[in-house]
């Protein structure tokens, strides 16, 4: 397991590793076999050009300012930086116009001592939870070395960059899921923040009214320190103990089709969070089965993205991913009326959500219901690909549509801990809520790795 941002920093500080040692071995996870198809613009460049300058460095004081150290972050293909087109994954904006300047996540990320090493690998402009690309191949997940797996989407890069060791952060966006699945099936922290939080200025949409700017990282101290970076705020950590805490378990909707390592993963953090003193409780919150309905003429997303694409895709259907050309295309057929319809249904259905939700800590969820499949079941079969995509945006969609804030950590079985495929464990609640959910995040994340 690769050391975490903190305990790089604190390496470098003490002076047991060089940023110059660091980066350098960022460079060469970058360039491994590992990192085939994580990065649409390769950073083995600049990550050489960076250990470098630290190396001459004589104090060390420029390259290690901020609370990001120097340390390489990855920048999901979505994202404006100055000087490089922004392409979302897809072959079709190929001759859009480079970005005249960083949009406001990089630029903070930067100031904060960042280093920006290189662009990654997406489902093609964000549009799947699985993270296949057929235009610039799919990152493998790093967790099984006999079979190709998926790493899950749409941060797909972003994900497997961290879990290589290629970056100590991976940028990334979260409109149903896209942050958390990927941490899910990669054994990562993936925190989806209140959406207001973060500028999405100079982002490419996928959908205006869910997309959320947040980062993957290897533990959830990590995840506090880049969230701060990115809202430019600082988060207020109560302490607050497990034994001190009260969580709820949504029985709809959530813990359907469960296959037998997420269900087993699952049952588990439960026991260790009660044995540390959490009181748990089951609900029923039915408004879960709600959405079917509610998203039934197509959904924000599709509506959004729609928008956005309608002129492009227009001209240039042939060049889209079948699949997410597809998904686009259904907002075609929604009207104006249907779109109102759907954002006053959703603000009800949140006001529902909020009143069953009361009293809690959070909820726990399963991030996803399933461990990651192998990609040579997906590639070729609309049927299964649809499917899988379903389920695996199926838990962490609730969030988005809820306009609240989520963080995925990961859970295992003790006797399975090192020979088991990652599964991802979801705490959340509402908007707003973020500073209790990490607080309280830090804690699991304790008492989840306590032998």
């Not at 994580?38 to 083995?44: C, K, M, N, T």
């Not at 991976?170 to 941490?183: C, K």
């Not at 700017?213 to 497990?242: F, M, N, Q, Y």
Request: hydrophobic share 45%; glycine share 8%; aromatic share 4%.
């Amino acid at each position: 397991m690769h050391q975490d941002l903190h305990a790089q920093r604190q390496s470098i500080a003490s002076g047991q590793m060089s940023l110059a040692d660091a980066l350098n071995q960022a460079r060469l996870a970058s360039l491994a076999s590992g990192c085939a198809h994580v990065y649409i613009s390769h950073p083995a460049q600049t990550l050489a050009e960076a250990a470098q300058s630290a190396a001459q460095d004589a104090t060390g004081n420029r390259a290690r300012s901020g609370p990001l150290a120097g340390l390489p972050i990855s920048v999901k293909d979505l994202f404006d930086v100055a000087g490089e087109r922004t392409q979302a994954g897809s072959i079709v904006l190929t001759e859009a116009e480079p970005a005249l300047t960083d949009c406001p996540a990089v630029a903070r990320l930067r100031s904060a001592g960042g280093l920006i090493a290189g662009r990654t690998n997406m489902s093609e402009f964000a549009y799947s939870g699985v993270g296949i690309n057929p235009h610039h191949g799919t990152p493998v997940h790093p967790a099984d070395g006999l079979v190709a797996r998926v790493p899950g989407g749409s941060s797909s890069g972003a994900a497997v960059s961290v879990a290589t060791g290629a970056a100590a952060v991976g940028l990334g966006s979260d409109t149903g899921g896209s942050i958390r699945i990927p941490a899910a099936l990669c054994g990562l922290v993936g925190f989806k923040s209140t959406a207001r939080l973060v500028p999405t200025a100079g982002v490419l949409p996928l959908s205006t009214t869910l997309d959320t700017v947040s980062a993957i990282t290897r533990s959830v101290r990590d995840a506090v320190t880049v969230h701060e970076v990115l809202a430019d705020r600082r988060v207020a950590l109560a302490g607050k103990p497990l034994s001190a805490s009260r969580f709820a378990v949504p029985r709809s909707l959530m813990l359907d089709g469960l296959d037998a390592t997420v269900a087993s993963a699952f049952e588990h953090s439960l026991r260790v969070l009660r044995a540390a003193g959490a009181e748990i409780v089951e609900i029923e919150l039915g408004e879960l089965n709600e959405l079917s309905h509610i998203n039934a003429t197509g959904g924000l997303s599709a509506a959004e993205s729609y928008a956005w694409h309608r002129q492009l895709i227009g001209q240039r259907q042939s060049d889209y991913d079948p699949r997410v050309a597809l998904r686009i295309l259904k907002g075609a057929s929604m009207s104006a009326a249907d779109y109102i319809d759907l954002c006053t249904a959703r603000r009800q259905w949140i006001d529902r959500m909020n009143l069953g939700m009361s009293g809690f800590d959070g909820m726990l969820s399963p991030t996803v219901p399933m461990v990651a499949p192998a990609i040579a079941d997906l590639i070729a079969d609309d049927d299964a690909f649809f499917r899988v995509n379903g389920l695996l945006l199926r838990n962490p969609a609730v969030v988005n549509m809820l306009d609240g804030c989520a963080i995925s950590l990961p859970c295992y079985t003790p006797d399975q801990a090192h020979n088991q495929l990652p599964v991802g464990l979801m705490l959340w609640h509402s908007a707003l809520h973020d500073d209790g959910v990490l607080d309280a995040a830090l804690h699991v994340e304790a008492a989840l790795q306590r032998p």
